[in-house]
């Protein structure tokens, strides 16, 4: 009679000490003694988890339905039973099996007689093997959505860090690779870079990616850029949970490299044209503008290049109307915009650093008065707090006059601490840097002209919140206090054509 022979173990099961090779040995020694002839042996490694593919059974299901007429297979051996099935759906497609190739199951300890006693024993038994794998399933879930809640990830570390066995802390930044991914966020964060131009400079700056694939790849890259784990969090079933490991990345450089990556396409990549890649918007619809280069070759023989900024949106609502600016048409609406933020004349400008030095000062001079006055005054009361329990420890006044003023200065304390922590403190350097943003405001434009586009969109970034472009028209919104320059410092009671 010929048999073939399966035997299997689970990862979680052979750290816990099972063994394919004791299982091999007893199902040959049952062989031997049936005086059965061993056509073949299944061995693996692999989960019976829910979901699994079960990729080596299925390949012995496959070659038994090839083979057993022509290998004259009668008998599938195994050591037990939830070593051959561990689920109600494998059970019933080796009983299938039975049926339509007469290949039957024998197991070397678990023993089922035959009619409908054996069957019924057969299904009880296998209905316990699912439930023990179904609640190990759970148990295991349990644990590690536990681990998940209390701050530390399941499985192996993102690239940048590195498992260690340490109780407090069992992920740490790895040495080399976490400078890695602080490198690449860094690189990608200026947004003129594409992945091909940030794989080759990594590559140039000696950064690897694994021994056998030092180079990095779209996916690799993309899948570091968009991993929360990086700035302390860990997603697991779609839900965020704060880490306890240390963070590699700040959160507003994630968010920038969130917004350069929601923002890109195709086009947008190339660092000889500064304002794609997300930093304007479309007025109309939302959508990243983006550049493209044209080049047009002349009679001559030469080529004529010109550089087109456009909506990225490939599926326009109806009423979206076409959206193309030249490069220099933008520039130019650039300059302009940054030409509102200058104040007139020199003189004019010397005036408003003047006043602003002398405000500033004022300003930190009634500061340090106000917060002495108010530190004085919280003395005294505290001193007349003293004084009161120093009368009622004496006997000069009784235990209903002490609650009654001491219920009131408490009061008059608790107003004058709140007015000391409200008042606005100005450090040493408050004023220097507030010339030096009024400065920066009055050159913005020549220094967005010889600047390079990595300058040019620091500049945009640090003077606006919203670039928008429209068919006909830019509009720059500015963060403060770079609006009221834009606006001209226009003083409500004056005449109307007076700054």
């Known amino acids: 009679m010929n048999v073939i022979v399966w035997a299997r173990v689970s990862s979680r099961e052979q750290r816990e000490g099972y063994s394919l090779d004791a299982q091999l040995r007893a199902c040959r020694d049952r062989a031997e003694k049936n005086g059965w002839t061993v056509v073949r042996e299944f061995v693996v490694a692999e989960s019976a988890k829910r979901g699994a593919e079960r990729l080596a059974f299925n ?12 290998e004259q297979i009668t008998i599938i051996l195994s050591h037990k039973l939830d070593r051959a099935c561990r689920n109600m759906r494998d059970a019933v497609r080796l009983q299938e099996l039975e049926d339509q190739h007469g290949v039957q199951l024998a197991f070397v300890e678990n023993q089922f007689g035959p009619g409908a006693a054996g069957a019924l024993s057969f299904n009880v038994m296998a209905a316990v093997a699912q439930y023990y794998s179904d609640n190990l399933r759970a148990e295991v879930l349990k644990g590690m959505d536990e681990k998940v809640r209390q701050g530390w990830p399941t499985g192996l570390a993102p690239y940048g860090y590195i498992n260690v066995d340490d109780r407090d802390e069992p992920v740490q930044p790895h040495p080399e690779k976490s400078r890695t991914v602080v490198r690449i966020f860094e690189l990608y964060g200026r947004g003129n870079m594409t992945f091909r131009e940030l794989s080759d400079r990594l590559e ?15 996916t690799s890259l993309s899948y570091i850029l968009n991993n929360r784990y990086y700035i302390g969090d860990i997603v697991r079933r779609g839900q965020t949970f704060p880490g306890k ?9 994630f968010d920038t490299c969130q917004d350069i990556l929601n923002g890109r396409n195709r086009r947008t990549g190339a660092p000889d044209i500064p304002l794609s890649g997300g930093l304007l918007r479309c007025a109309h619809c939302g959508c990243a503008i983006t550049g493209e280069r044209i080049r047009r070759r002349l009679k001559d023989g030469g080529v004529n290049e010109h550089v087109y900024y456009r909506c990225a949106n490939n599926a326009p609502l109806p009423g979206h109307p076409r959206l193309r600016w030249r490069e220099t048409d933008v520039e130019e609406a650039i300059l302009a915009d940054l ?14 650093r003047k006043t602003l030095t002398l405000v500033l000062a004022d300003l930190a001079s009634h500061q340090a008065q106000q917060t002495a006055q108010l530190t004085k005054r919280l003395s005294e009361l505290q001193n007349m707090q003293e004084r009161l329990l120093n009368a009622y420890l004496a006997g000069t006044i009784d235990e209903a006059t002490l609650r009654a003023k001491s219920d009131d200065l408490k009061g008059d304390m608790a107003r004058v601490t709140e007015a000391l922590e409200g008042v606005t403190r100005l450090d040493e350097g408050a004023i220097d840097r507030a010339m030096a943003l009024f400065d920066f405001a009055q050159h913005a434009a020549d220094v967005w002209r010889g600047s390079n586009s990595a300058t040019r969109r620091e500049i945009l970034d640090a003077l606006s919140l ?24 226009v003083l409500k009671k004056s005449r109307s054509d007076r700054i």
């Open 245 to 253: 490991h240390r963070q590699l990345i700040s959160r507003a450089l």
């Open 59 to 70: 390949d012995m299901l496959k070659w038994l339905r090839a083979n057993a007429k022509r």
């Open 339 to 352: 030409a509102t933020l200058c104040i007139g004349p020199g003189d004019a400008r010397d005036l408003i």
């Open 466 to 489: 919203n670039r928008t472009l429209s068919d006909a028209t830019l509009c720059i919104q500015k963060r403060k206090p770079f609006d009221l320059l834009a606006g001209g410092l």
């Open 204 to 218: 140039r700056e000696g950064h690897t990616y694994r021994p056998s694939q030092p180079r990095f790849t779209r």
